[in-house]
Nanobody, 126 residues
């Protein structure tokens, strides 16, 4: 069983930056595709970014050019670097993982995912 734990959320002013971490435990996350999602109050959970086990990245249009996802397999950790944050980025951010063949990930990077973390709150003030 793969467990995921997010950290790094907090309160930041608009234009600022945060780096979220997603630490995997229970087994190596090396062979897993990873996703980042967020959910604002009263809203549906939405896709933010995804990272295949080979390093290919995918981003939603709303964060493209501002957010970067990366992974450190030695630390069993995935990161989401968020720059130029906007108030509309305020949400609980979740990381997720799934084992999927690479050739399928191009069409399934938005979900579904098998494993989920508990989430970390990101609040961007204007």
């Amino acid at each position: 069983q793969l467990q995921l734990a997010e950290s790094g959320g907090g309160l930041v002013q608009a234009g600022g930056s945060l780096r979220l971490s997603c630490a995997a435990s229970g087994r190596t996350a090396r062979g897993y595709a990873m996703g980042w999602f967020r959910q604002a109050p009263g809203e549906e959970r939405e896709f933010v970014a995804a990272l295949s086990w080979s390093g290919s990245t995918y981003y939603s249009d709303s964060v493209k050019g501002r957010f970067t996802s990366s992974r450190d397999n030695a630390k069993n950790t995935v990161y989401l670097q968020m720059n130029n944050l906007k108030p509309e980025d305020t949400a609980v951010y979740y990381c997720a993982a799934k084992a999927t063949p690479l050739y399928l990930f191009d069409t399934t990077y938005k979900g579904p995912y098998e494993y989920w973390g508990q989430g970390t709150q990101v609040t961007v003030s204007s």
